[in-house]
């Protein structure tokens, strides 16, 4: 490893940079090509789109049962004998529908993992003392990466549904398939898991930001999705109050704002579980902003 | 040029920088010395706004770091060889800092070949030395060409030939006129290379000035004699009551003039063969005053070798036991 020796030539042809400016577009870029020269972002994002989609495809099958089931109680409906507790064939064509968003929950975490680690491996390995130096004003650092973070979750989301439908496609029973073609649901259903998946990264990116350790926010991400749902839940039946928050939890929400079918009059509208949602996420991608903002790199 | 103004900063009820004050002048190497946990780095943090001071200025061409509209043309910084995500290859780590900026990628290019990394740029940085890793970051500083360069221990890791690169490349940028501050504990290197120097010892500045006044600061009337009869010669020094110590086998340490005792010798007819005013070096007037500001003080062997100048006992009072 020799170093290029420093001549007086050396020093006639030092370029001069002073033009240059930080600008919040070049501290976009240089996200960007952190976020996509690391082959770990690679495998995190394949592995994504492999879980949502193969969760899309076993949907598929599960859905080609109800689709029976949802015909024979049809068929004792008709026949005068007691109503089957079940979804009916409208619900299931929905679900076809929404098939997009089958294996969103556990993609979710990853597209969340994904955002934790890309702040949180800075912190690790001290990079962000360079991030730093380089873009120093704090909130163009926090944005820029929380953008270009939420413009790859969003895509991988918005792929995954789009792939998931697609394959379902060819697993589905043609009854069905033929009655449920492509139309505005569907592509709302695909665009709802890239924003939910565009969303956990906020999560995700706070938190990572927040504690500034990868363990540390992915663990709070699933606790937070996972284990408070699954908590609240086993104790719905003893308090009114907690039955009725419990469909204002980030994965309830998330499961209301993609769904395909919900009336306009229900409880929880598409548009309102969004806006619950994003609540949920910009709450922490905050408070990581304000540690990042107001505290030493450290 | 780099100001610091009455900068403090507190961790809790420690202070690791004690309202200091400092300037590094442009066209100028500026040695930042003192010992560990001293306040360097903090200081060097300050200045680059990753940290926030508890109070005072750290300033660069009069303006707050956080402020400049163009940092990495500012300033250029090795806080830390290894601080790069491992895994990342090395051009992409220095092109996703160029784009900041709008830097043509093809001055990643150029400092990589610069700090002679060109056939390890595109590997992981997981797999590069701390060597490498100090090239890395050195290429990093160098990417904008900037006015101010700050360089915390850049020679660490470094073979021979990188050393003396970095003492070349620092005389060079400060030669086209940049602001050069570095902190390092190689004393010879640094005597070699800073034309100024300020220490620090638990958050507060011991000494800020050029290195010429630096080394000035040691006590230098100190002369080294031999010669073969070095009892008469010592007794001739005791009896005029010059200060003086025993070194080796055949000389003495004597605080006086060199003319002096070059005359003693001749009044007393005693061949002085050696006649050598001593010259501090870096490391001991260094030494001298941060011996008493050292955080993290090192055990001593027990089979500690004598150091080659022996500092005990004067000559008269070993005669005087002698008897």
């Keep these: 490893m020799t170093t290029a020796t420093l001549s007086a030539g050396t020093a006639q042809a030092s370029p001069n940079f002073s033009s240059h400016k930080l600008t919040f577009l070049g501290a976009v870029r240089g996200e960007a090509i952190k976020f996509r020269t690391l082959a770990t972002n690679w495998i995190m994002l394949a592995v994504t789109l492999l879980i949502m989609v193969g969760m899309g495809a076993m949907f598929a099958v599960a859905t080609n049962q109800m689709h029976e089931s949802a015909l024979a109680a049809q068929e004792a409906v008709v026949v005068g004998a007691a109503p089957v507790a079940g979804p009916t064939v409208d619900d299931v064509y929905n679900y076809a529908r929404g098939i997009g968003d089958s294996g969103m929950m556990f993609g979710s975490m990853l597209v969340a993992s994904i955002a934790v680690v890309f702040i949180g491996s800075e912190y690790a390995s001290r990079q962000i003392n360079t991030t730093l130096t380089a873009v120093p004003r704090r909130t163009t650092a926090f944005v820029s990466k929380l953008l270009v973070v939420s413009l790859w979750t969003f895509f991988i989301g918005f792929i995954s549904a789009a792939l998931s439908y697609g394959i379902a496609q060819l697993i589905l029973d043609s009854a069905i398939t033929e009655a449920v073609a492509i139309n505005g649901d569907v592509v709302r259903n695909w665009v709802a898991v890239g924003i939910y998946c565009m969303l956990m990264s906020w999560m995700g990116l706070g938190f990572g930001t927040l504690l500034r350790n990868n363990a540390g926010g992915i663990v709070l991400v699933v606790v937070l999705m996972f284990i408070l749902t699954i908590a609240l839940n086993m104790v719905a039946g003893a308090s009114e109050l907690i039955q009725d928050f419990v469909p204002y939890l980030p994965m309830a929400l998330g499961q209301s704002f993609t769904a395909v079918g919900v009336a306009d009059d229900a409880a929880i509208t598409n548009l309102e579980a969004g806006l619950w949602l994003s609540v949920w996420c910009l709450v922490p991608a905050l408070l990581g902003w304000a540690r990042l903002a107001l505290t030493d790199s450290k | ?323």
Excluded at chain 2, 104 to 131: C, H, Q, W, Y
């Design chain 2, 1 to 323: 040029m780099l100001e610091v103004r009455n900068l403090t900063k507190q961790y809790g009820n420690k202070a690791a920088v004690d309202g200091i004050s400092f300037t590094v002048p442009d066209g100028r190497v500026t040695g930042f010395l003192g010992p560990n946990g001293a306040g360097k780095s903090t200081t060097m943090r300050l200045l680059l706004g990753l940290e926030k001071p508890t109070s005072g200025t750290a300033l660069i061409d009069g303006k707050n770091y956080r402020s400049l509209p163009s940092p990495l043309t500012s300033v250029g910084a090795l806080l830390d060889a290894k601080a790069m995500h491992p895994g990342r290859s090395g051009r992409a780590h220095l092109r996703s800092l160029a784009v900041t900026h709008g830097l043509p990628a093809s001055r990643a290019d150029e400092v990589i070949e610069m700090t002679g990394l060109g056939n390890v740029a595109s590997k992981k940085v997981r797999g590069f030395s701390l060597g490498m890793g100090q090239r890395m970051g050195i290429a990093a500083a160098l990417l904008g060409n900037p006015q101010n360069i700050i360089l915390d221990e850049p020679v660490n890791g470094l073979d021979p030939e990188g050393v003396i690169w970095v003492r070349n490349l620092a005389r060079h940028l400060a030669s086209e006129g940049k602001c050069v501050l570095i902190s390092s504990h190689l004393m010879s290197e640094m005597s070699q290379t800073a034309d100024d120097l300020v220490v620090i010892g638990r958050g507060r500045i011991l000494a800020n000035s050029s290195m010429q006044d630096f080394l000035a600061l040691a006590n230098n009337d100190r002369v080294l004699v031999r010669t073969d009869e070095r009892d008469n010669f010592a007794r001739r020094l005791q009896e005029r009551s010059v200060v003086f110590e025993a070194v080796d086998t055949d000389g003495l340490l004597v605080q006086a003039p060199t003319r002096d005792i070059a005359r003693l010798g001749v009044d007393a007819g005693v061949l002085l063969h050696e006649i050598i005013p001593q010259v501090a070096t870096l490391e001991e007037v260094y030494m001298n005053m941060t011996r008493d500001e050292i955080e993290y003080q090192s055990g001593e062997f027990a089979g500690q070798p004598t150091p080659q100048i022996a500092t005990g006992t004067p000559w008269g009072a070993t005669a005087a036991k002698e008897n």
